[in-house]
């Protein structure tokens, strides 16, 4: 029997985990007018804040002021606090100041798009290699400048080594890239991210690390016993780390990108700009254009070191428990199939999706959050090439749906679950789903006027 937290009850660990959290004991109002205590089971999509965040944005909020170039004290100081900043983001993923630069950004979207154009700029190769799991953020902005192939994933949502090899081999030279997610936003699976990394190199490429669902759940090492092992790029972002406000981060090497040119032209790129020519600033201030989101930065430095002294290896253990758990609830539902690793061996983090025999996956997520208060996220999840895949789906049958707002589009339902969430949560979760999976007929009926299009329009 696994190891678990009694059913209904806190831990003294975990009521002080929940204090640290913004929100997570707020009633909300159901369908029927009544308040309960709302379950947020959307966390791949963002995390609520650590009140530590808030914290340090109130305490930082009197000294804020220009970054970079003024000469007040204000000024200053929230310049040094921007590059002690950087040192901690660093840090967290096991990164080097001799090796590294740590860039700002709004979000991971920004991020990638940012370094596809860097890496046009400083590349002759023509090829991109992605996954068939990737987010739309990780694979859409590749297509901007490089040809585009996917590495297969096996029935278990991982990609398949073997398929990485022969695409680096069958490519060999041409490869500007390899890009790939370190856990799937769909079914939690984690990638061999270090194994795939040494594979890249072995055939003259590089290798940069989607970590936005990776990040938030389980260590990263850029800096690596066995060197070949080392993600070249690495990106995450703050609004899934427990941080509001905006911030992305993309980490490249310190010599990497020193001919390339911004992405955003203007304010804080350019040491000097006259008529006729202009001199770039140094990385990484020359890739973050205007002024820099500083509460935001400040913020995510604070929800980091909050996860770094909670220790991310007790939270990875405590959120393997309670996935399992859930995992285990959810198959002893009638009519339910489960999207993601095939056994409990396989690595994974606290996310995983389903579907419901006979029920609509927007008409379950909306009777989930009106009758019993539990936010999930229903549809394609920005992933619609892997759920296709998941789904089984043919590209005659995606284009019909892509074409016909009319058609009810396929997809799943997600659960996406953090630390600060209860093995009592999952309880109320199943006993949801198999409250409607008695009364299907009923359901389908009484909510039949719930949109079923690509993600709930």
Not at 48 to 73: E, H, T
Not at 302 to 322: C, F, H, P, S
Not at 362 to 371: D, G, I, P, R, T
């Amino acid at each position: 029997m696994r190891n678990k937290l009694p059913d209904r009850a806190l831990s003294k660990q975990q009521q002080k985990w929940r204090d640290l959290v913004v929100g997570v004991d707020e009633k909300i109002p159901l369908e029927n007018g009544r308040l309960v205590k709302g379950i947020n089971f959307d966390n791949a999509a963002t995390t609520p804040p650590f009140k530590s965040a808030l914290r340090a944005i109130q305490d930082f909020a009197p000294w804020y002021s220009s970054v970079g170039r003024g000469k007040g004290y204000k000024s200053e100081r929230s310049t040094e606090m921007i590059e002690r900043a950087r040192l901690d983001m660093l840090h967290f993923v096991g990164g080097k100041e001799s090796e590294h630069e740590v860039v700002f950004t709004k979000n991971s979207t920004e991020s990638i798009n940012l370094l596809s154009h860097l890496v046009h700029q400083t590349t002759p190769k023509r090829y991109i290699l992605a996954s068939e799991m990737e987010h739309v953020s990780n694979d859409l902005p590749w297509r901007n400048y490089f040809e585009v192939e996917y590495i297969a994933v096996d029935a278990d949502g991982q990609i398949r080594l073997e398929d990485l090899k022969a695409k680096l081999a069958a490519l060999q030279g041409q490869v500007a890239l390899v890009t790939i997610t370190g856990a799937s936003n769909v079914t939690g699976c984690i990638n061999p991210i270090y194994e795939a990394a040494e594979l890249t190199h072995q055939y003259g490429a590089k290798i940069h690390i989607d970590a936005a669902q990776l990040a938030p759940h389980e260590p990263i090492y850029m800096n690596r016993l066995n060197a070949a092992e080392n993600p070249d790029f690495l990106s995450f972002t703050g609004h899934k780390l427990y941080a509001p406000f905006g911030t992305g981060v993309l980490i490249v090497g310190s010599s990497e990108f020193l001919k390339a040119g911004p992405l955003l032209q203007g304010g804080g790129t350019v040491q000097i700009a006259t008529k006729s020519s202009m001199d770039w600033r140094n990385t990484p201030e020359r890739f973050e254009g205007g002024t820099p989101n500083v509460m935001g930065i400040i913020a995510l430095q604070a929800a980091i070191r909050t996860l770094q002294q909670m220790n991310m290896a007790t939270i990875v253990d405590y959120e393997k428990q309670i996935i399992h758990y859930a995992l285990d609830k959810l198959r002893s539902i009638d009519g339910i199939t489960l999207f993601g690793a095939s056994t409990d061996n396989r690595p994974r983090v606290s996310v995983f999706s389903f579907a419901m025999d006979g029920i609509h996956h927007q008409v379950l997520a909306h009777f989930l959050a009106s009758e019993y208060g539990i936010s999930v996220r229903a549809g394609f999840f920005c992933a619609y090439s892997y759920v296709q895949k998941l789904l089984q789906l043919s590209d005659e049958r995606m284009e019909e749906i892509r074409k016909d707002s009319g058609i009810p589009a396929p997809g799943l339902v997600r659960i996406s679950l953090s630390f600060y969430n209860t093995f009592a949560e999952v309880d109320q979760l199943a006993d949801a789903l198999r409250k409607i999976s008695s009364n299907k007929e009923f359901y389908a009926e009484k909510y039949k006027d719930v949109p079923k299009g690509i993600c709930g329009r």
